[in-house]
Nanobody, 126 residues
Framework: QVRLSESGGGLVQPGGSLRLSCTAS????????MAWFRQFPARQPEFVAA????????EYEDSVKGRFTIFRDNDRNAVFLQMDNLKAGDTAIYYC???????????????????WGQGTQVTVSS
């Protein structure tokens, strides 16, 4: 099992930026897909972004395209989510997750990810 720990959340004004970090322990995530999900109040976690092995293997939810960037650092066993031009609608708890069955296809549903972090709160408000 991979243990994940997120950090970097907080309060930011609309138009501002945050960078979320997710560090994995227990085993290397080099060969796995890693993703970010977010959870709005009274809703299930929803897909935000995912990254596979190569730099070209990236997928984003439509509302964050052009504003969010997911990137990995395999030497640090970590994945990051750079969030720019934040909007009030981005307010949510953000989770990172790992797909240990990754074979080249990135998935958008939470059921495809086996291990999850505890989440970090992002609040966008003036």
């Amino acid at each position: 099992q991979v243990r994940l720990s997120e950090s970097g959340g907080g309060l930011v004004q609309p138009g501002g930026s945050l960078r979320l970090s997710c560090t994995a322990s227990g085993e290397s995530v080099r060969n796995y897909a890693m993703a970010w999900f977010r959870q709005f109040p009274a809703r299930q976690p929803e897909f935000v972004a995912a990254a596979g092995w190569s730099r070209g293997a990236r997928e984003y939810e439509d509302s964050v395209k052009g504003r969010f960037t997911i990137f990995r650092d395999n030497d640090r066993n970590a994945v990051f989510l750079q969030m720019d031009n934040l909007k009030a609608g981005d307010t949510a708890i953000y989770y990172c997750a790992v797909d240990r069955d990754y074979r080249g296809d990135l998935y958008y549903t939470r059921e495809d990810y086996e291990d999850w972090g505890q989440g970090t709160q992002v609040t966008v408000s003036s």
